[in-house]
């Protein structure tokens, strides 16, 4: 058994097709299948179940995973230790919540890039919740969070510090009348829309739509056009409030403030590029 066969099979029962992580391993398709062969026939046990929707794992193949994926992240911080040197080098893979990639990270990984040349940089966006996962399940070296996050095996370090406002169509300003129009969020793991949320129980508002967008410009769009409100970072709507195509409205004191992390898990070998980084992300805070 080789590390390489693990690696797409651990592929496979994460994408559950053949074709999925042919895709994600940048392999031919029929190479992945016949691996996957190689190892049931070596094993002598089915590791997937087979149908028209996809490919599940057997109960061999759930233990299977799990040795797979011990062994492969033992290999990788294997290889991170040998790679601490004063000129990284290598992949560094980051997630980030899209707000912040948008208004903050611009400028903090341009410098990173431009210090170190040969770090190959990969920037994922998704929502707090689903790239804490990404870090516990080593699918990236770290990732920016809203914070605070009680997860014993995460550390993490302040970057920025955020307030929350509601926004609306310009020329609009009584707060009990914009808190009963639609609600403009990200998805559910959106961790200030959960703040958010609160805020609208708290007053009395027991009942509100949601309509789920998946970008900050949609959001945004759909506020200054009347669609409804939403509440979103100051920073992240500073230039659609300084042209006019929205209003700001400062909240509570208790439902202002977010705090933004940086998260990596804990006890995790370092690569010389993670490390950079986060001495960069320490300078900035």
């Known amino acids: 058994m080789e590390s390489g066969d693990l690696k797409i099979f651990q592929a ?74 004063e000129h990284p080098a290598g992949l560094l893979r980051i997630g980030s919540i899209e707000t912040t990639a948008v208004i903050h990270l611009t400028p903090l990984l341009s410098e990173y890039h431009l210090r170190y040349p040969d770090v190959n940089l ?9 790239l804490l996962q990404k870090v516990l399940d080593y699918e990236i070296d770290g990732a920016f969070v809203y914070g ?40 559910v793991g959106c961790t200030h829309r959960a703040k958010a949320e609160s805020f609208l129980r708290e007053s009395g508002m027991s009942s509100y739509q949601i309509m789920e967008f998946g970008t900050l410009e949609v959001i945004l769009s759909g506020v ?16 659609a409030k300084e042209a006019g195509v929205i209003a700001s409205h400062r909240l509570p004191e ?10 990596h898990r804990r006890n995790s070998v370092f ?12 300078q900035v805070h």
């Open 271 to 282: 690569s010389s590029a993670l490390s950079r980084l986060l001495q960069m992300i320490e």
């Open 12 to 85: 496979v029962a994460r994408e559950g097709t053949i074709t999925k992580a042919a895709q994600v391993l940048n392999y031919v398709q029929s190479n992945v299948t016949n691996r996957i062969q190689y190892l049931e026939a070596e094993l002598k046990l089915p590791l997937f179940r087979r149908s028209n929707r996809g490919m599940t794992l057997t109960p061999a193949g759930e233990n299977l995973l799990e040795y797979a994926d011990k062994i492969l992240t033992l290999m990788d911080e294997a290889v991170k230790s040998t790679q601490y040197s």
């Open 148 to 187: 605070p996050i009680d997860q014993p095996d995460i550390e993490h370090v302040a970057v920025f510090d955020e307030e929350l406002v509601l926004i609306s169509q310009p020329g609009k300003s009584d707060l009990r009348e914009l808190l009963m129009k639609p609600m403009l969020f990200f998805d």
């Open 122 to 130: 990969s920037l994922v966006t998704g929502e707090t919740h689903g």
């Open 254 to 263: 208790g439902y202002r403030d977010l705090q933004v992390w940086f998260v």
């Open 224 to 239: 200054s056009a009347g669609l409804g409100v939403s509440m979103l970072p100051q920073s992240s709507i500073a230039k």
